[in-house]
Nanobody, 113 residues
Framework: VQLEESGGGLVQAGGSLRLSCTTSGRLLPDNFMGWYRQAPGKQRDLVAV???????NYADSAKGRFTISRDFPRNTMYLDMTNLKPEDTAVYYC????????WGQGTQVTVSS
């Protein structure tokens, strides 16, 4: 299974981006899946996930600004990010846990002040 991310880029503070993660396999409701990010010199942190059972969980920094969603027919997961801040600058990774733990290659998000 491969995960392909897209949608990163350079945006000014206050702007918006939509990240996409498309899997070569089937996206299933039972999969644990979500988005993580890693800033330079920092650990990789959870941003937003669908837990088992389909409930969403957001990092405090993402609440009210980011929305995770998924489209099963398209086997794609999204992260809509609004009101972006410079501290959101990081490489964003998608993750899907099925038979194995799969990670995307990462997409860079840079927010300028």
């Amino acid at each position: 299974v491969q995960l392909e991310e897209s949608g990163g880029g350079l945006v000014q503070a206050g702007g918006s981006l939509r990240l996409s993660c498309t899997t070569s396999g089937r996206l299933l409701p039972d999969n644990f899946m979500g988005w993580y990010r890693q800033a330079p010199g920092k650990q990789r942190d959870l941003v937003a996930v669908f837990n088992l059972g389909g409930r969403t969980n957001y990092a405090d920094s993402a609440k009210g600004r980011f929305t995770i969603s998924r489209d099963f027919p398209r086997n794609t997961m999204y992260l809509d990010m609004t009101n972006l801040k410079p501290e959101d600058t990081a490489v964003y990774y998608c993750r899907i846990v099925g038979v194995e733990d799969y990670w995307g290659q990462g997409t860079q998000v840079t927010v300028s002040s």
